[in-house]
């Protein structure tokens, strides 16, 4: 058996046909942070190209780089500081002369001002906005992860760093931590991906997982501590299973928070070696997120498409799941006229109930109800080469779920006649009868589209959750979980370790 995960198809080559001159990152810190602001960037440069000469110091440095080019790095206050939180700081680098740089080069010293970790200031307001995993560990056991070695395969996006945090308070050193890099197109992804390196955490590519697994054992060995994976998506326990199964049992359990990972472990069904901690079917979950989800991919598709007008015009929802459900909603609210789509038929009946327009037919749908917005929450293929001939007009291929699983986009560049770059929206097909169809975020979540997908606020019970997971994995008894899913046990577990008492207590009214 082989994996599922597969690269991300290049539907379109996206490398810079000229290098950037100016760069700049805006950072929560004050004028005490500048100089630790510059020296990071300086130091990711010299990562890069190596540093010959420098003048100045502090705020404001020269460099001759290797190549006779010369770049400067400065921090100051933005030019129009009312219309920045406060405190703020603007990073810039300059390429003054490229000297004899290649242009892929000069685009990666430019890039080193978005690898600036974040400051004590920008932590301390994360903690803030995330108090139910900041302060886990004053809740759970002391140290409960003292004997662990977790492998996370998380977001990355700026409310991990409170979980990573929260894991070493448990008893977890940076060495023993293990990140598996999802590579979505985060908001904030390159500072966190710096942030956790310059911890001294292990960071490896998704493209490398059973690489990245064997490293970790060897390390986690050395430091007489177990594994235990953390996954959002059903990156880890397919590839250990099918390429390093002889790892399997050096790992205690894993907990999943995503129904697209707990569908990536449905062909081991009954063959899985290890406890499952079900974050993603429990009920705290499923109350909790799906309107929060839903709300930030509307929002998303909004902010990216700011010129078109949706209300009173047509969308279709692919899937009438959790998430489809609440976004099929959600647009209707917003006054469009919306349809469902859901090969199950108990689904497209809920739908149906619920007053959306329905059919049993995907392809009669799209030609008469004619949606200029379609949006794809299945978790599996819901739109391939075979649907492009009913897109009857100029369209938004949007998706909600994981990596490039919702469209067949292969099969849909092959019905095109052309693909042109469409920048941070994507690309747009030139469909052979006319229409143009335009793949938002290249078919990747839309929630996550340099996004932060959630609210902090929403996503701090669904960390906590995992954290919950964590220690309970990490007992001797594995909190009478046993090899597969549990999720009658994961809902008991996490309906009776005080967790929602804290949340209702935070938001709930009070009079």
Avoid at 53 to 80: H, I, K, N
Avoid at 405 to 426: H, I, N
Wanted: proline share 6%.
């Amino acid at each position: 058996m082989t994996s599922t995960l597969a690269p991300p198809l290049p539907l379109i080559d996206r490398r810079r046909t000229s290098a950037p001159t100016v760069a700049t990152v805006t950072v929560g810190a004050g004028p005490a942070d500048r100089a630790d602001l510059v020296a990071q960037v300086v130091d990711a440069i010299a990562a890069i190209v190596g540093v010959t000469a420098q003048v100045g110091d502090g705020s404001d440095r020269r460099l001759t780089l290797a190549g006779e080019a010369t770049v400067r790095v400065s921090a100051a206050a933005p030019t129009r500081p009312e219309a920045y939180p406060c405190p703020s700081t603007v990073v810039s680098v300059v390429i003054d002369d490229p000297g004899q740089l290649t242009d892929g080069l000069l685009c990666e010293v430019a890039a080193a001002v978005d690898r600036i970790g974040f400051t004590d200031g920008e932590l301390r307001q994360l903690r803030e906005q995330l108090p139910l995993t900041a302060t886990m560990p004053a809740y759970l056991p002391a140290r409960r992860l003292v004997d662990i070695a977790p492998v996370l395969t998380v977001h990355h996006m700026t409310d991990f760093l409170v979980m990573v945090e929260a894991i070493q308070a448990m008893g977890v050193p940076p060495e023993a931590i293990t990140v598996i890099d999802k590579g979505y197109r985060y908001r904030h992804t390159h500072r966190v991906d710096a942030h956790l390196r310059r911890a001294g955490i292990t960071v490896w590519p998704w493209t490398a997982i059973a690489a990245g697994l064997d490293d970790h054992i060897r390390r986690a060995r050395a430091l007489g501590r177990a594994g235990l994976l953390v996954d959002d998506g059903g990156y880890t326990l397919p590839v250990l299973l099918t390429q390093r199964p002889d790892l399997a049992g050096a790992f205690v359990g894993l907990v999943e928070q995503t129904t697209s990972g707990i569908t990536k472990l449905a062909p081991f069904a009954g063959a899985i070696p290890m406890p499952v901690f079900s974050v993603a079917e429990s009920r705290l979950k499923a109350t909790i997120e799906s309107y929060g989800v839903a709300d930030a991919a509307v929002r998303n598709i909004l902010a990216l498409l700011p010129h078109e007008k949706f209300e009173g015009q047509s969308a279709l929802v692919l899937g009438f799941g959790r998430i489809g459900e609440q976004i099929a909603e959600i647009l209707r609210s917003r006054r469009m006229r919306v349809a469902v789509y859901d090969a199950a038929i108990v689904r497209l009946v809920a739908a149906h109930e619920r007053g959306f327009t329905t059919a049993r037919s995907l392809v009669e749908l799209l030609r008469r109800h004619r949606p200029p917005l379609i949006v794809g929450s299945t978790g599996r293929t819901s739109l391939r080469g075979e649907h492009a001939a009913a897109l009857a007009r100029d369209c938004y291929l949007v998706s909600t779920t994981s990596r490039t699983t919702e469209f067949a986009l292969d099969e849909l560049v092959e019905e095109a006649r052309s693909v042109t770059d469409a920048g941070v929206l994507g690309v747009r097909l030139q469909l052979p009868h006319g229409p143009v169809a335009t793949v938002v975020g290249d078919g990747y979540p839309i929630n996550f589209h340099y996004a932060e997908s959630l609210p902090n606020k929403y996503a701090d019970l669904v960390l906590a959750s995992l954290l919950v997971g964590a220690a309970t994995l990490a007992q001797p008894t594995r909190g009478g979980l046993v090899a597969g899913h549990n999720v009658a046990r994961t809902d008991e577990i996490l309906e009776s370790c005080g967790l929602l008492e804290r949340y209702y207590a935070r938001f709930a009214a009070s009079w």
